[in-house]
């Protein structure tokens, strides 16, 4: 045993958000924490490493053994490389200089062999002497090339100091490794890798996560967490919802069949206590009924909420045509040479790293920007739905006024059963928009688009902020929705089951594969070979391209590109500063619309930001 949860119990306030959480991990158990948005899955990891204590129960960790923890805030230190940060890891070097020192010493004061011995063994123990080879595997495997390790931790990216510091977690190699959604910001190489590398992994996972074919890939046991209680399944995430629908549907069964004998039992005594020949047979009964458990079994199902999409009338055949187009920001060009024929019916998903052009490519499709060259067709008769990654236009106060607004021949009790379709019931629907999470802004974004009846969907990651529940719903209404389907996601799972063609975003140019399938495999098949064609491009680079005019005119260009990339950073960061210092304003804090302005505003800088950013630290930062 690893882990041992008992009974564990916990509230904020009045609100019970942890009633029974009880189960045990051994060592190679790899199990995957899930439940609903809000069910406390966060919450039970903080109490077992114990930054919150429970109300009752107990947390029983096995003597000696080590708990590694991936938080968002990582604690990674600002002043060192990449590199540097990973030999931190394990204090590595301080054990190697300590038992340097000590051989030293031992010469002439024999008396310190056993302290010896015990940092040699801690050093053996940590792998030491292996050590360069496991952070040049992790590494590696974590999509930090050679080229990045004497990076200062300070100019990386969100995403990159979430890898790196899930990096170093690794290499620490802990015998209980906790992960809360550890698949953000990874792409699908590095997860295919990482799955890999947690398959083999020697101590006990547990993990919290939404992602589908994660767990299935890498976890043997499925703990679920419901209504604050916990129940553990021995298998796989897909495994565990066929035995999870068969369990409810015995107990259902079971319930119907003591609701059947309890009215028996009642409808006998009622008819039989006035009698004195059978009124103790009727008590009897009453007694039998007491015994009776009725309490009416959970259903873990996601009932309250249903999605449907049904497409109003056809378009032409051809829906969207881009022929030779390239996109991106001023003074910037993200990807080119984009060619693309999307008839009716057909769905598409768009795959590729952070600051690659995925959304830009939405956003020149819907004409929002301008395309740097080529040309967007879209064809006759289409009708567009979008859902975009940025969720927080709701510019009324509640879901109610939302939806009303935007259909107001709908009277109030329409709108009311429409929101309550998405999980919005009672006072919900005039719960303020700034007070809404980022599942229920998705939500309440199903309920627009189902009114739209759109035969061409445009979606930018549609599976962000839901739980892997409601991300099963989303899935059967685009599973059945007969339109024609554009979409941007990193939902592996969803790609694949959908049956979407994939178009690749990678260093400025677009790859079309017929399957996720085929994607896989090239990339997989790619990654070696392509790592030694980047190498051998450097070595030609100077025969080749930098003599002459030529080398002159391309280090211009490189020269002019990089400022203007700085230049547009710099104001996009002033104007992240300059909002944020408007919206703590008491004077703006009390005009709702004002405040949801800017907070549209600095929700579109930050995301241009980041890709802006990311593209600066990938091509000009060496």
């Known amino acids: 045993m690893v882990l041992a949860l008992q009974n564990i119990k916990f509230s904020y ?32 990891l903080g109490i077992i490493t114990g930054n919150l204590i429970p109300d009752g129960g107990s947390v029983i960790l096995r003597n000696g053994a080590v708990m590694g923890y991936l938080r968002q805030d990582s604690g990674l230190h600002e002043d060192q490389t990449v590199l540097g ?19 030293r010493e031992m010469v002439n004061d024999p008396e310190l062999l056993s302290e010896y011995q015990v940092v040699s063994e801690r050093y053996e123990a940590i792998d030491g002497y292996h050590l360069d080879y496991q952070i040049r595997r992790i590494l590696l495997g974590m999509g930090f090339p050679e080229e990045t390790w004497t990076k200062s931790v300070a100019v990386l990216s969100g995403g990159e100091k979430t890898r790196l510091s899930l990096a170093k977690l ?7 490794l906790l ?71 015995v107990e259902r069964a079971h319930y119907e069949q003591t609701m059947e004998k309890a009215e028996k039992y009642r409808d006998f ?57 390239s996109v991106g920001v001023p003074g910037l060009v993200l990807c080119s040479g984009i060619d693309l024929l999307l008839q009716r019916g057909e769905r598409i998903a768009v795959i590729g790293r952070n600051g690659y052009g995925k959304t830009t490519l939405i956003r020149t499709i819907l004409g929002e920007i301008r395309p740097i060259a080529g040309r967007v067709v879209i064809g006759g008769g289409v009708r567009i739905g979008v859902q975009k990654q940025d969720l927080f236009h709701v510019e009324n106060e509640s ?23 998405v999980g919005f019931r009672d006072e919900e629907v005039f ?4 007070g809404l999470s980022g599942g229920e802004l998705a939500r309440l974004n199903m309920a627009r688009l189902s009114l739209e009846h759109p035969n061409f969907l445009i979606l930018d990651e549609p599976t962000n902020h839901l739980d892997i529940f409601t991300k099963d719903i989303l899935f059967e209404a685009l599973n059945t929705y007969t ?23 990678e260093d400025g140019t677009a790859r079309l594969f017929d399957s996720y399938d085929s994607f896989r495999a090239y990339a997989q098949a790619s990654r070696t070979e392509q790592n030694e064609q980047k190498e051998q491009k450097k070595e030609r680079q100077p025969a080749e391209t930098l003599s002459g005019k030529d080398a002159r005119r391309q280090k211009a260009e490189y020269r002019q590109k990089k400022s203007d990339l700085e230049k547009r950073i710099a104001e996009l960061e002033k104007e992240e500063k300059d909002i944020e210092s408007s919206i703590s304003d008491p004077s703006v804090a009390s005009d709702a619309v004002k405040l949801n302005d800017l907070c549209i505003r600095l929700d579109s800088v930050k995301n241009e930001l980041s890709d802006l950013t990311d593209e600066y630290l990938t091509n000009y930062v060496e």
Not at 203 to 217: C, E, I, K, T
Not at 218 to 243: A, D, M, W
Not at 406 to 411: A, I
Request: one cysteine or more; glycine letters at 6%; hydrophobic letters at 35%.
């Open 483 to 505: 339109g024609t389907l554009f979409m941007v996601s990193h939902d592996r799972w969803l790609i694949e089951n959908l049956g979407c063609r994939i178009m690749f975003l």
């Open 269 to 325: 005594a009622e008819r039989n206590m006035a009698r004195a020949s059978t009124r103790n047979m009727a008590k009897s009964r009453l007694k039998m009924l007491e015994r009776l458990d009725l309490t009416a079994p959970e259903d873990s199902s996601h009932t309250d909420i249903k999605f449907e999409i049904v497409p109003d009338g056809e378009p032409y055949k051809d829906v969207l045509r881009l022929s030779d187009l």
């Open 170 to 176: 690794l290499l620490q190699t802990p015998d209980l």
């Open 431 to 434: 719960t303020e928009a700034r």
């Open 399 to 421: 879901p109610l006024m939302y939806i009303w607004d935007r259909y107001p021949q709908m009277d109030q009790l329409q709108v009311r059963k429409l929101l309550a379709l």
């Open 85 to 103: 940060e990973m030999r931190m890891a394990n204090n590595a070097d301080q054990l190697l200089e300590q038992m340097k020192r000590l051989e």
């Open 179 to 249: 992960l809360d959604e550890p698949t953000n910001h990874l792409d699908v190489e590095t997860l295919d890798w990482l799955e890999g590398y947690l398959t083999g992994y020697k101590g006990a996972v547990l993990v919290v996560s939404h992602d589908r074919h994660f767990l299935d890939n890498v976890c043997n046991r499925t703990i679920q967490l419901h209504n604050g209680k916990t129940k553990l399944y021995p298998c796989p995430f897909s495994e565990y919802l066929v035995r999870r629908e068969n369990d409810e549907r």
């Open 13 to 44: 306030g009045e609100n019970a958000v942890i009633e029974d959480a009880s189960f045990q991990l051994e060592e190679y158990d790899r199990a995957g924490l899930v439940g609903y948005n809000g069910c406390g899955k966060t919450t039970l």
